[in-house]
């Protein structure tokens, strides 16, 4: 993402003014987000919009707790409340959680 910027721009980023792109739109970046910084939050926000539906369609089913869901939420422990009921639907608010 960032050559392709570099080569929009026509100018090389430095890492500051790396940093600086990659922040949100309202931190004062341009919103070009790492996807390594995205992941957990996108897959969190997907997890918990869809529970709903998952329960639904598994009502008869035998099913097993998502262990990926379980990882995410216990390796962001630390940045999390005690409780979070219902879970955040939205990746921006996951991400604002961090």
């Known amino acids: 993402m960032r050559e392709g910027l570099e080569r929009i721009i026509n100018i090389s980023l430095n890492k500051h003014q790396w940093m600086q792109a990659s922040l949100p739109i309202r931190d004062g970046g341009l919103g070009l987000r790492r996807l390594s ?7 969190l926000a997907s997890a918990a ?3 709903e539906l998952q329960s639904a369609i598994l009502t008869k089913c035998t099913t097993v707790p998502d262990a990926y869901f379980e990882e995410v939420m216990a390796s962001r422990h ?7 009921d219902p879970p955040p639907v939205k990746q921006r608010a996951w991400a604002d959680l961090q």
């Open 49 to 51: 919009c869809t529970l």
């Open 78 to 84: 630390d940045t999390l409340p005690a409780v979070i």
């Open 37 to 43: 910084s995205l992941a957990s939050s996108d897959y």
